[in-house]
């Protein structure tokens, strides 16, 4: 079956990922289309894939059977007024965050649109994204889209373009969560003694077997937690202390504040 031509706007670390997990799955490079104005980028793009970008759109997007933006939401204005008069038929699958569906029509005339909220691990194949689908995306276009997206993770399927906002709070800025859990126990660790390399080797070790042992078991993290906690032992006292301090409610609220300017961002963009 011969592979579709899929044009990039924006050449930057998402499209990358995508571009390497696609040639490494046999996607011929001449049926990939790069548009990157920053040159650095382009030469950065020459030198790992062996990608020729081009610094404009022209009229070659035109042979685009999907498009996929992947530039800065604040600059998609500027980089969708020269792509339009080549896309509107091609399949739109847009990677940008705050960027909602009907402003992506309303800029390139297509009505084919996905919208894809990925996250960072992403790059090493390790990602989730959250995707939605306009009515007029057929199942086919539904399939090309995970296709392509394979080579990044998995993903994941919701009914209603608003439920993107929850998936950006939750898994888009996520992995920041994590982040700032394994340098709250890396400093914990220096205080208790311990070297700086040895709490993070610790720190990451522990919370990767855990998310493991998590996406492997039966059981729901409430169950896994109660089993590594025994009355009046070491996790009770660290269980007690972050309950104590309103830990959980405190997480909760910072998705929800995260969800709320996922909100705001599209309201903005789409202005």
Excluded at 90 to 115: K, N, W, Y
Excluded at 164 to 184: C, I, M, N, Q, R
Excluded at 217 to 243: I, W
Aim: proline fraction near 5%; charge should be neutral.
């Amino acid at each position: 079956m011969a592979k579709p031509m899929i044009a990039f706007i924006g050449g930057g670390n998402m499209a990358g990922a995508i571009i390497g997990g696609l040639l490494k799955a046999g996607h011929p490079r001449e049926q990939l289309m790069v548009v990157e104005p920053y040159e650095p980028q382009r030469a950065k793009l020459a030198a790992d894939f062996g990608l020729t970008a081009v610094a404009a759109a022209d009229a070659s997007l035109g042979r685009a059977e999907l498009l996929m933006w992947a530039v800065k939401p604040q600059l998609f204005a500027e980089a969708a007024a020269p792509c339009a008069p080549y896309v509107a038929q091609a399949l739109q699958l847009s990677v940008m965050a705050g960027i909602r569906s009907d402003t992506l029509v309303r800029a390139t005339g297509a009505t084919r649109v996905v919208r894809a909220m990925p996250n960072t691990p992403a790059l090493i194949g390790a990602g989730i994204a959250g995707l939605y689908a306009r009515p007029e995306v057929t199942a086919a276009d539904k399939t090309l889209v995970e296709q392509v997206l394979a080579p990044t993770g998995t993903v994941l399927w919701v009914a209603r373009e608003a439920d993107l906002d929850a998936v950006t709070a939750l898994s888009g800025s996520g992995p920041a969560y994590f982040f700032y859990f394994v340098e709250a126990m890396m400093d914990a660790a220096v205080e208790l003694g311990l070297s700086a390399e040895q709490g993070r080797q610790l720190a990451l070790a522990t919370c990767a077997g855990a998310a493991a042992l998590a996406q492997q078991s039966t059981e729901s993290p409430a169950v896994l937690r109660e089993r590594v906690t025994s009355k009046g032992g070491t996790t009770y006292a660290a269980l007690a202390s972050l309950q104590a301090d309103g830990v959980g409610p405190a997480i909760q609220r910072a998705v929800k504040a995260a969800q709320v300017r996922a909100r705001e961002l599209g309201d903005e963009f789409g202005a």
